[in-house]
């Protein structure tokens, strides 16, 4: 499954960004190989828009789910139009939440 995460850094273990739309990094994780790539939110410093414009880059990635602290009204609509599942409310390491994904704890 391809996950991408809000990561305040570049590594698996920066840790969870609270926020999606302005989030500095997305590590996106392919949970079955552990395989990532980091794509930096260039939106992040946007006027505005910055969630929905984070949410297209994802689409165009291919991600299935997405992890993070919190997402705005306006991106979760964009998320969900592009069939991508959104968890929220996590935080920690990245790799930590790649492992609790797996193990279908959240």
Known sequence: MKVAITSSGNTLDALVDPRFGRCAYFIIVDTDTMQFKVVENSGAGRQGGAG?????????????????????????????SGNVKIVTGVSGTVKDVVEKLKRGEL
């Not at 297209?56 to 602290?69: A, H, M, R, T």
């Open 52 to 80: 929905v414009n984070a949410a297209q880059l994802l689409i165009d990635e291919g991600v299935e789910v997405v992890v993070s602290g919190n997402v705005g009204p306006n991106a979760e609509q964009a998320l969900k």
